[in-house]
């Protein structure tokens, strides 16, 4: 997984609430037999329409999403961020999230941001007004803020998951922290019993 | 030191680390991979650009979506594509990670359940995954045999030859007495599953001991352990006794000589201790088991073949009597019609519940000489391996099958979960051996029995089903 450190990127808003899994990557996308491609599938049914934000080129190339309140709701998918991921996206902001869908995120590497509405209000509306608008997501001082830092707003999030996310570990990062012992088992199991090896 | 179970001892035995929230990491002896969403695991690894940390503890199986016809066309004899794709991406998948891999063209090919006991894999004492949740078959073996998913855990025990568990809550059936003539260790697992209910063993690891269970060969062994998920834990074992160890001698991977001789001295100390206490203990009397039919759309809906369809308005409990409502509708069953009275389109006699050398014998032995009905349209052998299948052939029970008007197919999966190509129909009835009833497993719309292979066998005959305790 990669480190998650500081986020400078481009914004692209999706002023809707609730947008949910099944939006972010119709079933019939699921049925692919790899992960990555999923990306194509991101929010299929609106890309069909010219106006969508993601058709529109200002944000093309974008890394952060803008979004309402319950991002995520709906089936369980996992495949909800990776799709957001191999599209480009490293992390969205929303008023809230929606549960299974705020976990799978940070397992996955990315990062969901909360922030209150009125702050997220305040970035739609930059971001509506100024074409190009960035920010600069700093996950170590846990702020949001505008490139020029004019505008910064504070997010919380849970320790540990800060930790994983900065040192780009995953549940599989965080199990060979105990490398050391895990060979040190294997040693004695295999002078003990090699008729298992 | 504190008696202990024969669980106990092996999860003891495998724990490297115990984290903060309760879970522990231990430390996985060997693991068993099939095509099953497996790729997604593969994938991800990939992308993160890891390998595999110790790929001869591995053992790639291809069962579930192989189709059982046309193998000496390889992959291009498999006409939907999909199916064919995923095929090739377990081989694929094997061959880039360097773990060993038994796919459709090998002779040892077959059921991962089916064949880490025979070729000896499965030895008492071993910690043994894979992404599939009739896992537990392997205990049998004296294994703590887990099943985890195919994605995020099963990527995480190919890349560090751990897994992360929360202890479960131990359990004994202790099922004493002698079984009647035609009483099969399937019926004896489905009569326990129809006392407990499916939910009735979840969140524990269960131990099946007793003198029924201790008279009990391998195969039979096997076949109750594998349903133990049904019950709804996921792990289930037998303690390892001389059947288990004459099973094990000599078989391709297991200990050899001198080593043979130390693993058997360690084996022996893995037996419950005889005061060790269990969480929860039930008892059975296996002399009054009878042969089982199930009438409805869960593993619990089963009666004794002698017996009728259930009415749900004698039933109290409201949130059963609805279930069984709507499990007699989709199976399109009367409340009160004799079980033997059900007539039946198809027949499948394989699964990684009985699909060994036993069950072929016994369902060989009941269609010797016979044929299968007209009503039914087709009869369905599927051994559980490519081992099983050699053996079978050199005593002549492919013949008896063939002549007896049955299809001898090529092992796998099969119609046990209607993943690949063999399905029933909407509204078709089968009577099968295999594990699960639940609505559209065998095929969108089709209606599962679930029964031992001597009965399956009966029904194929009779075109119904028949209670084989009387009949000749």
Same mark, same amino acid.
């Given at each position: 997984?990669?480190?998650?450190? !500081? ?78 991921? &191999? ?68 997010? &919380? ?41 | ?112 359940? !089916? ?250 032995? !009941? ?98 089903? !028949? ?6």
């Amino acid at each position: 997984m990669d480190k998650f450190t !500081v986020l400078n990127g481009l914004v692209a808003p999706i002023d809707r609430a609730n947008v949910d899994t099944d939006q972010i990557i119709p079933k019939q996308y699921l049925a692919s037999i790899k992960r990555t491609g999923f990306g194509e599938g991101l929010f299929a049914e609106w890309r069909k329409d010219a106006s969508f934000v993601l058709n529109q080129s200002r944000y093309k190339g974008a890394t952060i999403l803008l979004g309402r309140k319950n991002f995520g709701c709906g089936s369980s998918r996992e495949h909800a961020p990776w799709a957001l991921m &191999d599209y480009g996206f490293r992390s969205v902001i929303a008023p809230s999230f929606a549960d299974i869908f705020f976990n799978n995120s940070f397992k996955n590497g990315f990062l969901p941001v909360v922030l209150s509405e009125a702050e997220v209000d305040r970035l739609f509306h930059e971001c509506n007004a100024f074409p190009g608008f960035r920010l600069v997501i700093d996950l170590e001082r846990q702020t949001v803020a505008s490139t020029d830092g004019a505008l910064t707003m504070h997010f &919380d999030i849970d320790p540990f998951r800060k930790y994983c996310l900065l040192n780009g570990l995953d549940e599989i990062g965080l199990t060979l922290r105990h490398a050391d012992k895990i060979r040190a088992f294997e040693a004695r199991r295999k002078a003990q019993h090699p008729w298992y090896f | 030191m504190t008696a202990r179970t024969l669980f106990e001892k092996i999860w003891a035995d495998h724990v490297i680390v115990v984290s903060p929230q309760g879970e522990e990491l231990l430390y996985v002896d060997f693991n068993l991979i099939n095509e099953g969403q497996s790729f997604l695991a593969f994938d991800q690894l990939r992308m993160e650009g890891r390998s595999s940390r110790r790929p001869q503890q591995h053992l790639a199986v291809t069962d579930h979506y192989l189709p059982t016809i046309n193998r000496d066309r390889g992959t291009a004899g498999m006409a939907n594509p999909e199916i064919r794709r995923v095929v090739e991406m377990l081989d694929e998948n094997a061959t880039e990670f360097k773990l060993p891999h038994i796919g459709w063209g090998h002779l040892d090919q077959g059921i991962a359940h !089916v064949i880490a006991p025979e070729l000896g894999i499965a030895q008492p004492g071993m910690l043994i995954t894979c992404n599939d949740s009739h896992t537990a078959t392997n205990g049998a073996c004296g294994v703590l045999a887990i099943p985890i998913g195919g994605g995020n855990q099963l990527r995480h025990v190919v890349a560090t030859q751990t897994v992360w568990l929360k202890k479960p809550k131990t359990m004994r059936f202790t099922v004493d007495g002698v079984r009647p003539e035609a009483v099969t260790a399937k019926d004896v697992i489905l009569s326990i599953i129809r006392e407990i209910g499916v939910g009735g063993a979840t969140g524990y690891a269960i131990e099946y001991a007793g003198a029924a269970i201790r008279a009990m060969s391998m195969e039979s062994r096997l076949t109750i352990c594998n349903m133990s998920i049904e019950g709804g834990a996921r792990i289930g074992m037998v303690g390892p006794d001389d059947t288990t160890y004459q099973f094990l001698n000599g078989r391709r991977k297991a200990p050899q000589g001198a080593d043979w001789d130390r693993a058997l001295t360690y084996w022996k100390t893995l037996p419950t201790d005889a005061d060790a206490a269990f969480d929860r203990e039930l008892s059975f009397d296996a002399a009054r088991f009878a042969p089982m039919v199930t009438w409805g759309t869960s593993p619990e809906d089963c009666s004794p073949v002698d017996g009728v369809v259930p009415d749900p308005s004698s039933i109290g409990d409201g949130d059963r009597r609805r279930h069984v409502e709507r499990a007699l509708d989709y199976m399109k069953l009367k409340p009160a019609t004799p079980l033997q009275q059900v007539a039946i389109d198809r027949v499948f006699i394989g699964s990684c519940t009985n699909s060994r050398i036993e069950d072929l014998r016994v369902a060989a032995a !009941v269609v010797k000489g016979r044929r299968v009905a007209r009503n039914v349209k087709l009869a369905l052998v599927v051994p559980g391996s490519g081992l099983v299948k050699e053996q079978a052939e050199r005593e002549g029970l492919d013949r008896i099958f063939r002549d007896a008007g049955f299809e001898w197919r090529e092992p796998g999966c099969s119609m046990c979960l209607g993943m690949n190509p063999d399905r029933l129909s909407a509204g078709e009835r089968c009577a099968s051996t295999s594990n699960r009833n639940f609505e559209g497993r065998q095929g969108p719309g089709g209606r599962t029995h679930l029964v031992s292979p001597a009965m399956a066998a009966a029904a194929a005959i009779e075109g119904h089903f !028949v209670d084989i305790r009387r009949w000749t």
